[in-house]
């Protein structure tokens, strides 16, 4: 019942809004509902969207943890936040993957950076992808 608060107070919208335009774009959408559409049919319901929140909810933790007041995180810090998320990727491969998505970001990652990128993430692993 406690996830249900949390939804019903849309904790996660805030978390993936991150700069408060009130919106998400498309390609982030997507990547959650494939992810966490277990039953495949093209939606997320409450009760596949709970263990996305729990996802997100680790996300950020991970996040706080090693931001330390800055509101963003470098390279070494975001490797270290993603293996406290769960992600385990080579040092070549993290790079490869900051460097291409993150180019103008000048090795600092936002919330919201980190989110989009723990959704890659999270969608190449489900898709069975190799980094």
Do not use: H
Request: contains cysteine; hydrophobic residues 40%; charged residues 25%.
């Amino acid at each position: 019942m406690e996830n249900m608060t949390i939804l019903k107070e849309y904790l996660w919208f805030k978390l993936v809004d991150s700069d408060k335009t009130r919106s998400i774009i498309a390609p982030y959408l997507k990547r959650m509902t494939r992810t966490y559409d277990f039953d495949r049919n093209g939606t997320m319901s409450i009760e596949e969207f709970v263990p996305f929140n729990k996802f997100l909810l680790k996300v950020q933790q991970a996040f706080s943890d090693l931001e330390r007041g800055q509101g963003f995180l470098v390279d070494d810090d975001v490797y270290e936040a993603l293996i406290k998320v769960g992600f385990s990727l080579d040092s070549l491969a993290f790079y490869t993957v900051c460097e291409s998505l993150y180019q103008k970001k000048n090795g600092r990652f936002r919330l919201d950076d980190f989110i989009a990128l723990c959704i890659f993430l999270q969608f190449v692993y489900y898709m069975g992808c190799q980094l």
